[in-house]
């Protein structure tokens, strides 16, 4: 009951942070406000695919889709799967497989030029066979991220973007260790 509480409080602080950039980064009409704007002006989509191989292979595919409230400003969430290998798990001859889904809500404000902060609310339920005991064992991950980055335009609606984000819910269980890095690519935004 009060893990699901603080979610909610993290849920919340997230979409508080948007509207608080609404208001902290209010559009001039001269920069091209998003009011009277069609749908298709204001969604923005994108993610990331994250691919490691040798004794850890991982397979990570993270799309995006977003909802721009202003020019600065935009929410959006991202379904995530991830496929982790383990070869010779604990120097043993055993290999563990990891299945998690799972899926973020994110809030960006850009700034300035490309530059661009970000909140994240994550939550992943990890699926795997533990070697050393019966059956599939389920775990449930949250995390909150804050963070920065920058934006490339790449030609069109199109960029390419790298950011640096903090775990503030860094636990012995998370995928994650701090800083975490992420790149990929944005259409529309």
């Known amino acids: 009951m009060k893990r699901t509480y603080i979610q909610y409080r993290i849920l919340f602080l997230t ?22 704007a069609p749908l298709s002006e204001r969604l923005f989509f ?3 695919l994250g691919l490691q191989f040798g004794t850890l292979t991982l397979i990570d595919i993270s799309p995006m889709i977003g909802y721009k409230l202003t020019n600065r400003i935009g929410i959006g969430v991202s379904p995530t799967y991830k496929f982790y290998r383990y070869r010779n798990y604990f120097g043993s001859d055993l290999d563990l497989k990891t299945n998690a889904l799972g899926g973020s809500v994110f809030t960006r404000c850009y700034i300035y030029n490309g530059l661009f902060a970000q909140a994240e609310y994550e939550y992943l339920n ?10 599939k064992l389920s775990k449930d991950i949250w995390s909150l991220f804050l963070g920065g980055g920058y934006s490339q335009p790449v030609g069109g609606r199109a960029s390419l973007y790298l950011m640096v984000l903090w775990n503030l819910h860094d636990t012995a269980d998370s995928p994650y260790t701090n800083p975490v890095v992420r790149g990929g690519l944005s259409l529309g935004f």
């Open 15 to 36: 979409l508080a942070l948007a509207l608080w950039g609404i208001k902290a980064f209010p559009q001039n009409e001269h920069e091209g406000s998003l009011r009277g």
């Open 126 to 135: 990890y699926r795997y066979n533990d070697p050393y005991a019966s059956g």
């Open 46 to 48: 994108g993610g990331g």
